[in-house]
């Protein structure tokens, strides 16, 4: 496994040119949730893409933890999709999202290494089942996560900026997961990359009440 940043290989994958970097995340308001959140879409085929949305509340403050909603959107036929609060693979909080039949699932992961993530318990993912489902064209995971804006890195503690720009990954398998266990075996991905996520647009003043009324 080898989730960490490959912006070469998808520019020659997807046959763009490489530009400099700024934040390639846009402001965009879930009417289902009543979330805004920023989102970037994440290509991992040609012409196909996953939804990476990030919802903060409106008084996060720079160098302290907080809350953050996650939401993912992807293909009915994508077997899961990961998510790198810290821009890559290894010690930093990850989310493995996937439908089970009609649940909606997220793990909460960590890895040490380029090999399978393990099971994490310093972060915790509850899903908001309003603002999550499964049709018969996309699946959509909402969660609110603890733990996941700070953690302890191999330099010392690391806290999201939530004023500002941050960098964040992702990682693709078509390959479905065999259970809805938040401990199941997950397999090697096919595509990764990383993107600038601006977290300052994703501010809601009402968050808590959102929180609640999407549980």
Excluded at 95 to 119: C, D, E, F, L, Q
Excluded at 124 to 149: D, E
Excluded at 151 to 176: C, D, H, I, M, Q
């Amino acid at each position: 496994m080898h989730w960490k940043s490959s912006f070469a290989y998808a520019v020659a994958l997807l046959g763009l040119a490489p530009t400099t970097e700024a934040a390639n995340s846009v402001v965009f308001r879930d009417a289902q949730s009543g979330f805004t959140f920023t989102s970037f879409d994440a290509a991992f085929q040609i012409g196909r893409y996953l939804s990476y949305r990030v919802a903060i509340p409106a008084n996060a403050a720079p160098g302290q933890p907080y809350d953050a909603v996650l939401q993912v959107v992807a293909p009915i036929d994508v077997g899961w999709a990961g998510f790198a609060w810290g821009g890559g693979m290894t010690r930093n909080p990850l989310a493995v999202n996937w439908a089970s039949g009609s649940t909606p699932v997220v793990s909460p992961r960590w890895a040490t290494s380029h090999s399978m993530p393990s099971t994490y318990s310093g972060a915790t993912y509850q899903i908001l089942s309003r603002a999550s489902g499964v049709n018969g064209t996309h699946w959509k995971v909402t969660s609110l996560c603890r733990g996941c804006t700070s953690w302890a890195g191999s330099s010392g503690t690391v806290v999201l900026n939530p004023t500002g720009e941050t960098r964040f990954a992702f990682a693709y398998s078509r390959v479905k997961p065999s259970g809805s266990s938040p401990d199941t075996s997950i397999t090697v991905h096919s595509v990764t990359n990383s993107w600038m996520h601006d977290l300052n647009g994703a501010k809601n003043a009402n968050f808590d009440e959102l929180v609640e009324q999407n549980r």
